[in-house]
């Protein structure tokens, strides 16, 4: 193999990771709102039923709750889909809404701003 394409090569990769990871860093900081923590999670029960989804739980771990869901069946008769999650976390005084689809994140922002 050519040195200029091993070097080219690992320069596309370099680039791939590097993408990768500075997406990871934006989505993980997630939207902040100053709502209380229970308005969100109203917000995003209402959101997740009128999108077809069914709430599975809700678990409390400390500061945050991860909300468990998946995509209901349509009225077909194949089951559930996969097991998703998101999390609704308390940052000073602020909800930070982390793992959440960006479909799902622009309802609950307009219905937080209702």
């Given at each position: 193999?050519?040195?200029?394409?091993?070097?080219?090569?690992?320069?596309?990769?370099?680039?791939?990771?590097?993408?990768?990871?500075?997406?990871?860093?934006?989505?993980?900081?997630?939207?902040?709102?100053?709502?209380?923590?229970?308005?969100?999670?109203?917000?995003?029960?209402?959101?997740?039923?009128?999108?077809?989804?069914?709430?599975?739980r809700?678990?409390?771990?400390?500061?945050?709750?991860?909300?468990?869901?998946?995509?209901?069946?349509?009225?077909?008769?194949?089951?559930?889909?996969?097991?998703?999650?998101?999390?609704?976390?308390?940052?000073?005084?602020?909800?930070?809404?982390?793992?959440v689809?960006?479909?799902?994140?622009?309802?609950?922002?307009?219905?937080?701003?209702?």
């Open positions: 193999m050519h040195p200029r394409r091993t070097v080219f090569g690992l320069a596309v990769t370099a680039l791939a990771l590097t993408a990768t990871a500075t997406s990871a860093q934006a989505q993980a900081k997630g939207k902040h709102y100053a709502v209380s923590s229970d308005k969100a999670m109203t917000a995003t029960r209402a959101v997740l039923e009128r999108k077809g989804y069914e709430l599975v809700v678990v409390d771990s400390g500061d945050a709750q991860v909300i468990y869901y998946r995509r209901g069946n349509n009225g077909r008769g194949q089951g559930g889909g996969p097991m998703e999650r998101m999390v609704i976390r308390t940052v000073e005084r602020r909800v930070v809404f982390e793992e689809p960006s479909g799902l994140l622009v309802d609950i922002d307009l219905e937080l701003k209702l």
